[in-house]
């Protein structure tokens, strides 16, 4: 056998997951976790103790939530996630995504490892000095549905740029379809959109998707800056995150980016698995660069519940080294009923996207646009 | 309002989904799905009759499984999907994955989607003739624990090679780190396992985890092709699906991928959510271009079930137009003794891997290895 000569900083991140199980399973699943996520081996056959001390993850403590149901918050070594989102992923979730009763509920990465992450480019800040909107939450529509011609999609952009709303975005199920063409869409939008601005004085942007595949994902977002679109729409679920962070850092490109959660909901569909909205949505959306993240608001058409929209909303925005924190984007079947709601619940920073349900109000869009805006000034 | 305008072709692909809900809330589910997976609109709003009659997804069945389950099959117009794989997710299971009780568990796509990708490059078959080896198992078995030099992992790596071993991957934990770069890794195993070849004749090939960012990735696989290696290990679930399709399309790299389930696992963990494993591996990462696919054998460390791997193996050879057929690896926690087992199981068009057991028979792992390679012979 080789002498033992690895010296790792000792330096560790700590992930924390809530288990299902005894406190006696709890701490058997927690003792799991230490070796899948690192040398997913068995640790009687590890004969090098500098690897049982440097590389395993270790349990830094464990908490009793209910009876059958704990806390583990776990350290693993800094090199094992080395700089890289993808490595970081692998093991904060990667083998461990297959085994049930673990849900991962918070991070912690130290500011050595933190540092190598440019995160969001605009971040909530950001991207409220880009709309010149201080203090009041930003409002968010969509243009739909799939079907509509790119003039008609165009029509409704205007009206709700002309009504007051913040932020237009495709409807993420837009791409680059037969019948409703990416490019053809961009010019027609980000035109629209500048037209209304050039008439009521607002800043007004226009948020293209451009979840992609690889070999098209770039030239779409040089697309989108060429024709002066105000924004990215991806959906990391669909490119990946690590393209989410590519597309944040490329400095030709530096547009702020929505992320959309679509196929991302497996995740945190079922309480008892995978990983929570905040940590998800409000974490690794935030350390891939999204600036801001959209999530299904309670009591919509999904099922999150309240508890997991105000941690999202907590975990958006916490202290994270010099990664910027980000918007909260509350959204899947929210009405003009619930703006003042929600604004309760989230207080100012947030951006409320209302989609199908601006189109029931008032005589026309624009009208009913302006309705969600008033209720911003209220 | 714009008279009726879209000629969409009428055909659809089909995609089928365990619900879980009475025969009256499944039928609502359905009827959901046809929505929120196309045009995202509440339905009453859209006045367009085209719209309605060519976008929208349509249920073309549902059945009763038991009083709480039914599964339905929803077909969507192919335009909607369009030619890329990231757009098809999103149709697939972008939306609904947020949605509890719903699981996909069959894709069928006709004939004109399938054309539209390449698949596996080699496919079970091409891998065998790669192998020379016909008709039995073929045998995989991992380099680990992480935090070994990669001399050490080059000396177990001969080992196996030399013991009859077929396929010697990297652990998915291997990345870039600091204490174990890729590069000098690559070239020294890849040299390990090519002096075990010239010794015995046999053509082991060696695998390297090129799993990375964006920006790396495919200068891994170049790297990994330069110094010879025999193929790539992608986690599709930390790159995304269309980097791995991406990788497996590309000519100048040209080698067999071998599909890692890392971060996947949330999609399949819970029965009642998410995609079965038959689709995610079985459909998914074959269409994506992996030739071989590993997940988790029942009765291991982890928890699929009997009927779940007969599903994927099944899924992953069964007729999907000139998409060619590629292997099921079964893993996570497999050991010699259930090697013939197994073998019952899935028969002979199957990779076993076993990785840390290797570790635990023989005086020597080249006399492991041996074992595991005689266990195929009788």
């Given at each position: 056998?080789?002498?033992?000569?690895?010296?790792?900083?000792?330096?560790?991140?700590?992930?924390?997951?809530?288990?299902?199980?005894?406190?006696k399973?709890?701490?058997?699943m927690?003792?799991?976790?230490?070796?899948?996520?690192?040398?997913?081996?068995?640790?009687?056959?590890?004969?090098?103790?500098d690897?049982?001390?440097?590389i395993?993850?270790?349990?830094?403590?464990?908490?009793?939530?209910?009876?059958?149901?704990?806390?583990?918050?776990?350290?693993?070594?800094?090199?094992?996630?080395?700089?890289?989102?993808?490595?970081?992923?692998?093991v904060?979730?990667?083998?461990?995504?297959?085994?049930?009763?673990?849900?991962?509920?918070?991070?912690?990465?130290?500011?050595?490892?933190?540092?190598?992450?440019?995160?969001?480019?605009?971040?909530a800040?950001?991207?409220?000095?880009?709309?010149?909107?201080?203090?009041?939450?930003?409002?968010?529509?969509?243009?739909?549905?799939m079907?509509?011609?790119?003039?008609?999609?165009?029509?409704?952009?205007?009206?709700?740029?002309?009504?007051?709303?913040?932020?237009?975005?495709d409807?993420?199920?837009?791409?680059?379809?037969?019948?409703?063409?990416?490019?053809?869409r961009?010019?027609?939008?980000?035109?629209?959109?500048?037209?209304?601005?050039q008439?009521?004085?607002?800043?007004?942007r226009?948020?293209?998707?451009?979840?992609?595949?690889?070999?098209?994902?770039s030239?779409?977002?040089?697309?989108?800056?060429?024709?002066g679109?105000?924004?990215?729409?991806?959906?990391?679920?669909?490119?990946?995150?690590d393209?989410?962070?590519?597309?944040?850092?490329?400095?030709?490109?530096?547009?702020?980016?929505?992320g959309h959660?679509?196929?991302?909901?497996?995740?945190?569909?079922?309480?008892?698995?995978?990983i929570s909205?905040g940590?998800?949505?409000?974490?690794?959306y935030?350390?891939?660069?999204?600036?801001?993240?959209?999530?299904?608001?309670?009591?919509?058409?999904?099922?999150?519940?309240?508890?997991?929209?105000?941690?999202?909303?907590?975990?958006?925005?916490?202290?994270?080294?010099?990664?910027?924190?980000i918007?909260?984007?509350?959204?899947?079947?929210?009405t003009?009923?619930?703006?003042?709601e929600?604004r309760?619940?989230?207080?100012?920073?947030?951006?409320?996207?209302?989609?199908g349900?601006?189109?029931?109000?008032?005589?026309?869009?624009i009208?009913?646009a302006?309705?969600?805006?008033?209720?911003?000034?209220?």
């Amino acid at each position: 056998m080789t002498a033992p000569s690895l010296s790792l900083s000792g330096e560790r991140l700590t992930a924390t997951y809530d288990l299902t199980g005894t406190a006696k399973e709890a701490r058997r699943m927690a003792e799991d976790i230490c070796v899948e996520q690192t040398v997913e081996f068995p640790v009687d056959l590890i004969e090098r103790t500098d690897i049982k001390e440097q590389i395993l993850g270790e349990i830094q403590r464990i908490d009793s939530l209910e009876s059958h149901r704990h806390r583990a918050a776990i350290g693993f070594p800094v090199e094992t996630a080395g700089t890289e989102l993808t490595q970081l992923l692998n093991v904060l979730f990667g083998n461990i995504s297959l085994k049930p009763g673990i849900r991962m509920v918070s991070i912690d990465l130290p500011e050595s490892m933190l540092r190598r992450y440019r995160g969001p480019r605009f971040g909530a800040n950001g991207l409220r000095q880009l709309l010149g909107a201080r203090k009041r939450p930003l409002l968010c529509t969509a243009v739909k549905p799939m079907g509509l011609e790119n003039t008609e999609l165009a029509r409704i952009a205007y009206a709700f740029a002309k009504g007051g709303v913040d932020l237009i975005k495709d409807d993420h199920g837009l791409a680059d379809q037969v019948f409703n063409r990416f490019e053809d869409r961009v010019k027609r939008l980000t035109e629209a959109v500048n037209r209304a601005n050039q008439e009521t004085g607002n800043r007004c942007r226009y948020i293209p998707n451009i979840t992609a595949p690889v070999h098209e994902v770039s030239r779409r977002a040089a697309l989108a800056r060429e024709h002066g679109a105000g924004g990215l729409l991806v959906a990391p679920g669909l490119v990946g995150f690590d393209t989410m962070r590519h597309l944040a850092d490329d400095d030709a490109i530096g547009l702020p980016i929505l992320g959309h959660p679509a196929l991302h909901g497996s995740f945190t569909v079922h309480p008892e698995c995978g990983i929570s909205p905040g940590v998800l949505f409000g974490v690794l959306y935030r350390l891939a660069g999204a600036d801001a993240a959209i999530f299904p608001h309670y009591g919509g058409r999904f099922t999150f519940t309240p508890d997991e929209c105000r941690d999202l909303a907590e975990q958006a925005t916490h202290p994270m080294g010099a990664i910027r924190p980000i918007f909260p984007v509350p959204a899947g079947g929210m009405t003009l009923e619930r703006v003042a709601e929600m604004r309760q619940f989230y207080g100012d920073d947030v951006i409320l996207l209302i989609g199908g349900d601006l189109h029931r109000h008032g005589d026309t869009l624009i009208e009913s646009a302006a309705r969600f805006a008033e209720a911003m000034s209220q």
